[in-house]
């Protein structure tokens, strides 16, 4: 019978080099913590029989990776659905947190995981939600799995970057089969924010893999279109930047759509759109192309046809912001992030369930 164990030469490079005694005074080995993750593994369906969750070699190589050095750590899992990778993680970590913007998803979860006391579960979405929940805990690794467009990937690591502490490392799914996760690992490795990655799971070692596409309307597999990549299944990284972001990424606001209203809010009926580009160019539906450019943190001077020096001030968040035609003129317009006014439609779906 084949074996899905490492080779050896993988199995030291997936290990820092430290011991675990030195790393954390603890009694408890590696190998106690490997022998427990290995069970739970056992429990899970494979990724072969369940396109939905990770292989049992993904589930291994974290294992691998953090059972050295995670007993006291904290990890935060975004993406639940069955709870497969979510036991594994309660094996190696001291604390998992999981979040999934499905009850149901998150009911079966907390089913196949009663026999762990160390998880709590959360019900959010971690593209429109706040993160005020998450950055008020420690928090050493995070896992992404949740939506795989770039905006949500994108999304989720500039927010893990940004607000949680002390992170260290980072984990993906569906690096292999998923444009928007790809882009948005390969744009946090330019930038320096993420380092050091490897693969994880199936493909790790440059070797082909099936991929079968997955119809999630009718919930089958499609044979006809299956195709070969050499890309891994999942991705580990390391945080590269001491302070979270780097100066060169981007602003969370740019290339993101609002929705812009004017001000008393008699009826929530658009009025317009905003585009933040890249470079300072913006593009406001009805009045065409303009500019923007950072005063601070969360204020902005704009440039807009037909308007005299308005002015912006953005949340916390930078999913909303506030207007004025003028510096110290009277407030005009609100705008808002897209997501942030569907997120109570899809709220209101899932009850139709």
């Known amino acids: 019978m084949r074996s899905n164990c490492l080779p050896c030469a993988l199995c030291l490079s997936l290990v820092p080099l430290f011991s675990w005694h030195d790393a954390l005074g603890q009694t408890t080995s590696p190998a106690t913590c490997l022998e427990k993750t290995e069970l739970e593994i056992q429990r899970a369906p494979d990724r072969k029989n369940m396109r939905v969750t990770t292989s049992h070699l993904y589930k291994r190589h974290l294992a691998r990776y953090f059972c050295p050095i995670a007993a006291n750590w904290t990890v935060l899992e975004l993406g639940v659905y069955h709870g497969h990778t979510t036991s594994v993680l309660a094996a190696i970590f001291r604390r998992v947190f999981s979040v999934d913007i499905k009850e149901e998803f998150l009911q079966v979860a907390a089913a196949h995981t009663k026999h762990h006391s160390n998880i709590v579960f959360l019900s959010a979405d971690s593209l429109s939600d706040s993160w005020a929940s998450f950055r008020n805990n420690h928090v050493d690794v995070v896992v992404i799995d949740a939506d795989h467009t ?31 996760v790809q882009r948005a690992i390969e744009e946090f490795q330019s930038t320096g924010a993420l380092v050091d990655c490897q693969g994880i799971g199936t493909g790790w070692n440059g070797s082909a893999t099936k991929l079968i596409s997955w119809n999630g309307l009718e919930g089958i597999h499609s044979e006809e279109k299956t195709v070969w990549t050499t890309k891994s299944e999942g991705m580990l990284c390391r945080k590269g930047v ?22 008393p809010l008699t009826f929530p009926t658009p009025v317009g759109v905003f585009r933040f580009l890249p470079h300072g160019g913006l593009v406001v539906s009805k009045r065409g192309k303009g500019k ?62």
């Open 150 to 180: 770039y905006d949500y990937v994108h999304a989720d690591t500039l927010n893990s970057l940004r607000h949680l502490q002390p992170l260290t490392h980072l984990v993906f799914d569906d690096f292999n089969s998923e444009v928007g």
């Open 242 to 263: 001491p302070d979270g972001v780097p100066r060169d990424l981007a602003p969370v606001f740019v290339d993101r759509r609002f929705f812009l209203y004017e001000l």
């Open 292 to 353: 923007w450019k950072m005063l601070d943190d969360q204020n902005l001077k704009l440039e807009i046809p037909g308007l005299s020096e308005p002015e912006l001030l953005f949340n916390l968040d930078r999913t909303a912001f506030v207007m004025s035609e003028a510096k110290g003129a009277k407030t005009r317009w609100y705008g808002i992030r897209d997501h942030l006014m569907f997120r109570p439609f899809n709220m209101a779906d899932q009850r139709f369930a």
